[in-house]
T-cell receptor, first 112, second 113 residues
Framework: NAGVTQTPKFQVLKTGQSMTLQCAQD?????MYWYRQDPGMGLRLIYYSASEGTTDKGEVPNGYNVSRLNKREFSLRLESAAPSQTSVYFC???????????FGAGTRLSVL | AQSVTQPDIHITVSEGASLELRCNYSYGATPYLFWYVQSPGQGLQLLLKYFSGDTLVQGIKGFEAEFKRSQSSFNLRKPSVHWSDAAEYFCFQGSSNTGKLIFGQGTTLQVKP
């Protein structure tokens, strides 16, 4: 049972480039989340999807877009990357919005 | 605004000593509270959770936490720390009323031999 799978694990971008972070879960969970983790800031919620077909902004949505492609997959897109988006990104899923969240291993992104 | 505060950014304890990590959450009618642990370079692993019922909850790896509504606290404890407990610990609040999910800033635990 793979749980939550994130790709890629590492990425280096130049300012202004775009990319999509992929996330898939195989636990039949309804809710999925994207966080970013920065030193001294803990984890901050970027976007979440309480159920298939819905997405909502979290604490720090600016500069990001998301797509809940289907129940399994929830992608995060950076249209024009900025150095301030250098961070470690975590995807998580849960059975419902109030339940335990299971985390992927993270994507370490550097924007030069 | 809702918030979760972990007052201690960094804690150092000796191996075998007891541990308490503090977490204070902001008001929420029905707070759902969690503690997660993150080892260096790893993702987050759930230690324990509180939804309702018994206010003292047991988790994995010998950890426990006590929910105190009067103090808006959910402190994590362990009677005897092991060197492998060195990691970063996050307190997390979810709320079914608001749908908002808030993490604390984290507490880094260092264990001295």
């Amino acid at each position: 049972n793979a749980g939550v799978t994130q790709t890629p694990k590492f990425q280096v971008l130049k300012t202004g480039q775009s990319m999509t972070l992929q996330c898939a879960q195989d636990m039949n969970h309804n809710s999925m989340y994207w966080y970013r983790q920065d030193p001294g800031m803990g984890l901050r919620l970027i976007y979440y999807s309480a159920s298939e077909g819905t997405t909502d902004k979290g604490e720090v949505p600016n500069g990001y877009n998301v797509s809940r492609l289907n129940k399994r997959e929830f992608s995060l897109r950076l249209e024009s990357a900025a150095p301030s988006q250098t961070s470690v990104y975590f995807c998580a899923s849960s059975r419902a919005a109030k339940n335990i969240q299971y985390f992927g291993a993270g994507t370490r992104l550097s924007v030069l | 605004a809702q918030s979760v505060t972990q007052p201690d950014i960094h804690i150092t304890v000796s191996e075998g000593a007891s541990l308490e990590l503090r977490c204070n959450y902001s008001y929420g009618a029905t707070p759902y509270l969690f503690w997660y642990v993150q080892s260096p370079g790893q993702g987050l692993q759930l230690l324990l959770k509180y939804f309702s019922g018994d206010t003292l909850v047991q988790g994995i790896k010998g950890f426990e936490a006590e929910f105190k509504r009067s103090q808006s606290s959910f402190n994590l404890r362990k009677p005897s720390v092991h060197w492998s407990d060195a990691a970063e610990y996050f307190c997390f609040q979810g709320s079914s009323n608001t749908g908002k999910l808030i993490f604390g800033q984290g507490t880094t635990l260092q264990v001295k031999p």
